[in-house]
């Protein structure tokens, strides 16, 4: 099992550019999560989703979209990158509710110019 | 959102007892505890979840006193391979499939030979 896997793990953007970060995980778990991580601030909740089709807000989702057409699959989405993006982003995912164990990808390594 | 506050460091020599308070003051009846651990350039990895009182794993010990409002993860005899950073993470489900997960900023551990 590859567990999670993120792709791409550096990218280097300018302002106003887009792009998708792919998360994939091959444990059939049912939730999914985005994550950044900045220099003393911890994990922030970007998006997340408790199955296949479904999607919800974490606690910083402005900027970002994330679309789960498949349930090994969670897309974040950045439409037009800024600066204040710049980040490490975590995907992880668990097999059921969020109070369940979640594992975690190596991480998306994002600076936007 | 529920408030998670950790201290940001700590120092312990090998082979010593190292305890992590974790702040969490308004976590409600049932949330959960949960610990992560992370190295550089990785994603956390998890160490042991609670709810109440005390419980044990293979490599940690999870102590939430019956107030709920602090929780103290306790790692048995320290290695230098334990050096990393620790986070708390208060998973709150708030109905209707709504989560809210919030970690604290990390507790970087250091320890010493």
């Known amino acids: 099992n590859a567990g999670v896997t993120q792709t791409p793990k550096f990218r280097v953007l300018k302002t106003g550019q887009s792009m998708t970060l792919l998360c994939a995980q091959d444990m059939n778990h049912e939730y999914m999560y985005w994550y950044r991580q900045d220099p003393g601030m911890g994990l922030r909740l970007i998006h997340y989703s408790v199955g296949e089709g479904t999607t919800a807000k974490g606690e910083v989702p402005d900027g970002y979209n994330v679309s789960r057409l498949k349930k090994q699959n969670f897309l974040l989405g950045l439409e037009s990158a800024a600066p204040s993006q710049t980040s490490v982003y975590f995907c992880?995912?668990?097999?059921?509710?969020?109070?369940?164990?979640?594992?975690f990808g190596p991480g998306t390594r994002l600076t936007v110019l | 959102l529920a408030k998670t506050t950790q201290p940001i460091s700590m120092d312990s020599y090998e082979g010593q007892e190292v305890n992590i308070t974790c702040s969490h003051n308004?976590?409600?009846?049932?949330?959960?505890i949960t610990w992560y651990q992370q190295f550089p350039s990785q994603g956390p990895r998890f160490i042991i979840q609670?709810?109440?009182t005390k419980v044990t794993n293979e490599v940690a010990s999870l102590f939430i006193p019956a107030d709920r409002k602090s929780s103290t993860l306790s790692l048995p005899r320290v290695s230098l391979s334990d050096t990393a950073v620790y986070y708390c993470?208060?998973?709150?489900?708030?109905?209707?499939?709504?989560?809210?997960?919030?970690f604290g900023k990390g507790t970087k551990l250091s320890v010493i030979p």
């Open positions: 993470l208060v998973n709150a489900y708030s109905g209707a499939g709504s989560y809210q997960l919030t």
């Open positions: 609670g709810y109440k």
């Open positions: 308004n976590i409600a009846t049932n949330d959960y």
């Open positions: 992880a995912s668990s097999p059921g509710g969020a109070t369940d164990t979640q594992y």
